[in-house]
C-alpha cells in the first residue's frame, strides 16, 4: 500500500490539511494551567495555510464525547495530540497521566482515519515510549512551531518525512530520530491564539494567562528537562513584545492575571528588569507571578518586580546547604539565597519556597540544617518540601541512578521512577519529613498536599482570586495543613 494512502486521507493529497489539536491535560491541582503551548501550535499551523480546529480537555468530564463531536464535526486529516505531563511528579502521591491519552488515542480511531501525531514537554522527556505505548507511528519534541508544518507540507506534497526537525518516527519497527531545530527569532513567531482559551474556566479554578519571554535554560540541575525542552541556549522575546502580547490580552479579554512561564523568570536580571519596566512605562494594571531562582536576584529587580505588578514569586532552591547545591547543580549558593531572601523581604513581595529533597549523599542532617538556615533567612510565606528526585533519560540524575544501580538501561521510565540519597532509604523517611514541616507553620509536606480540605480551600482561593493562594498558609492553619 502507499505510504500516503496508509496513512492520510486521499481526499487531503495536494490541498491544506484540516488539523484538529487536542489539549490532552486534564489535572487542575494546585490550579488549572492553560495550555500555552497548544495555542502557539494552532497559531503555527494556521500561519502555514491549515484549517486548524482546536479541542481543549481540561474541563471535560467525559472526555470521549467533545472528541466524537469534533472528529465528527470537522472531519480533520490530522489529530495533533498536545501532551502536558506524564505524571505528577510525586514520590509519596503517585499520579500518572498517560493512560487517558490511551483512552483518547483509542476513541479518535473508532471515530476516524485521521493519522494521530503526538507532542508537547510529556512527550519531549520521553518520546518512544509514550509513541509506543499510545500505538502511534509519530512523535515530535522539543519546539513544534516549524516541525509541525514542515511535515505537514512534507505529506501534502508526497515527499518523505524521515529528515524533519524534531521527529520521531517509527519505519519498519524500527525508530529513527532527528535532533530538534529550535526557533532562532521568536518575536518572528506569530502570537498564541489566546482566543481558544476559555480564560473565565481556568480562572475559576486558580489560573492565569500564561506569558512566555524566553526560551532556554542555561543552568544545568541534574534532574532538569528544560534544557531537553528548550536547549540550553536562552533566546529572548523582545520586551516590548511580549507587553505588547499582555496590552492585548488585558483589553480584548479583560484578564489581567499573569504568570511568567520561563523556567527562571529572573534570569538574567537584565532581560526581567526590562519586562517590568516596560510594564511600568505603559501603566499595564496587572498582577503577576513567575518562577525565580536566587541568582542576580537584588533590591532593583525586587523593586521593579513590585512596582509592575508582581503578586508573588515561587523560589525554586531545591537545596540550601552548599553541600547540596552543589550535588543538585544548581549553579547559585547559599549567599544568593541570603540576598534574594534579604531583597523580597524588604520589597514585601509574597514568596513561597520549594524544596527537592532526596539529591544525592543527602542525609537527614541536611534536612534540619536547611530548615535552620532558611529560618536565619527571614520569614518566607510558604514553604513547599517534597521528596525524591523523578527520573528522565538525557539527565545528569539518570546517568547517576544507572551507576548506583537504580535503573538499568532497559527501565522504562514511562511510569514514574525516583532517586533518593542512599542515606535516606529508610522505612520513616516520608514521617521524617512530615515532621520536619510540622516545625514550622508555614511549611508543609507531600501529606497534606493530596487531603480534601485544601483541596477545597485551594478552590474556593482561586474562585475568588486569591492569588498567590500560598500567601497566607500560616493563617490558614489547620485547613491547609496538620498542626503539630
Known amino acids: 500500500m502507499n505510504f500516503y494512502r496508509r496513512f492520510v486521507p486521499i481526499f487531503c493529497i495536494g490541498i ?4 484538529l489539536l487536542i489539549s490532552t491535560n486534564f489535572e487542575k491541582t494546585p490550579f488549572a494551567v492553560a495550555p500555552l503551548g497548544a495555542v502557539c501550535m494552532v497559531s503555527a499551523l494556521k500561519a502555514a495555510g491549515h484549517d486548524v480546529a482546536f479541542l481543549d480537555l481540561c474541563f471535560s468530564r467525559y472526555q470521549a464525547y467533545p472528541i466524537q463531536r469534533q472528529l465528527k464535526k470537522f472531519k480533520p486529516d490530522i489529530v495533533a495530540l498536545s501532551i502536558r505531563n506524564l505524571d505528577n511528579c510525586s514520590f509519596i502521591t503517585p499520579k500518572s497521566y498517560f493512560q ?6 483509542a476513541s479518535i480511531r473508532q471515530n476516524s482515519d485521521a493519522t494521530i501525531v503526538i507532542g508537547g514537554s510529556g512527550v519531549t522527556v520521553s518520546p518512544q515510549e509514550l509513541a509506543e505505548y499510545l500505538g502511534v507511528e509519530y ?10 508544518p514542515a511535515f505537514l507540507e512534507a505529506l501534502d ?9 524534531g521527529l520521531w518516527m517509527k519505519q519498519e519497527n524500527r525508530w529513527k530520530y532527528n535532533p530538534p531545530d529550535f526557533v532562532g ?4 513567531l506569530p502570537s498564541p491564539a489566546y482566543h481558544q482559551i476559555n480564560y473565565r474556566k481556568y480562572f475559576s479554578h486558580g489560573g492565569f494567562v500564561a506569558i512566555q519571554t524566553k526560551r532556554g535554560c542555561s543552568f544545568k540541575c541534574i534532574y532538569c528537562t528544560y534544557r531537553i525542552l528548550e536547549g540550553g541556549r536562552l533566546r529572548f522575546r523582545s520586551p516590548g513584545g511580549c507587553v505588547d502580547e499582555m496590552e492585548k490580552i488585558v483589553k480584548d479579554t479583560g484578564a489581567s492575571d499573569f504568570f511568567f512561564t520561563d523556567g527562571v523568570f529572573n534570569w538574567p536580571p537584565h532581560h526581567a528588569l526590562s519586562i517590568c519596566q516596560e510594564i511600568i512605562r505603559r501603566k499595564l494594571k496587572i498582577r503577576w507571578l513567575a518562577y525565580c531562582n536566587p541568582s542576580g536576584f537584588d533590591d532593583e529587580l525586587a523593586s521593579a518586580f513590585k512596582a509592575s505588578g508582581c503578586a508573588g514569586i515561587e523560589l525554586g532552591l531545591d537545596a ?18 541570603k540576598i534574594a531572601y534579604q531583597s523580597l523581604l524588604k520589597s514585601k513581595i509574597p514568596f513561597a519556597v ?7 549523599n543527602e542525609n537527614y542532617k541536611d534536612w534540619a540544617e536547611t530548615q535552620k538556615i532558611l529560618n536565619d533567612f527571614g520569614k518566607a510565606n510558604a514553604v513547599f518540601a517534597s521528596l525524591g528526585i523523578r527520573i528522565y533519560k538525557d539527565t545528569p540524575v539518570y546517568d547517576l541512578a544507572l551507576c548506583e544501580g537504580v535503573i538499568a538501561k532497559d527501565t522504562n521510565i514511562l511510569a514514574p521512577v525516583y532517586y533518593l540519597s542512599p542515606q535516606l532509604q529508610n522505612k520513616d523517611l516520608v514521617h521524617r519529613l512530615d515532621t520536619l514541616a510540622r516545625q514550622e507553620p508555614t511549611w508543609s509536606s507531600p501529606l497534606d498536599w493530596d487531603k480534601l480540605s485544601v483541596r477545597v480551600i485551594q478552590k474556593i482561593l482561586g474562585r475568588f482570586r486569591k492569588i498567590p493562594s500560598w500567601e497566607n498558609i500560616e493563617g490558614y492553619g489547620a485547613h491547609m495543613r496538620r498542626q503539630k
Do not use: Q, W
Not at 320 to 337: A, H, W, Y
Not at 354 to 360: A, D, M, R, S, V
Open 320 to 337: 540550601v546547604t552548599e553541600k547540596m547545591l552543589i550535588s543538585m547543580g544548581k549553579g547559585f549558593s547559599r549567599n544568593d539565597i
Open 157 to 165: 506534497k508526497k515527499k518523505p518525512v524521515d529528515r524533519i526537525p
Open 16 to 19: 491544506d490539511m484540516k488539523v
Open 139 to 148: 512523535a515530535f519534541v522539543s519546539e513544534g512551531e516549524k516541525s509541525l
Open 354 to 360: 520549594f524544596l527537592l529533597l532526596g539529591g544525592p
Open 185 to 188: 527569532d521568536l518575536d518572528g
Open 100 to 105: 487517558n491519552d490511551k483512552k483518547i488515542v
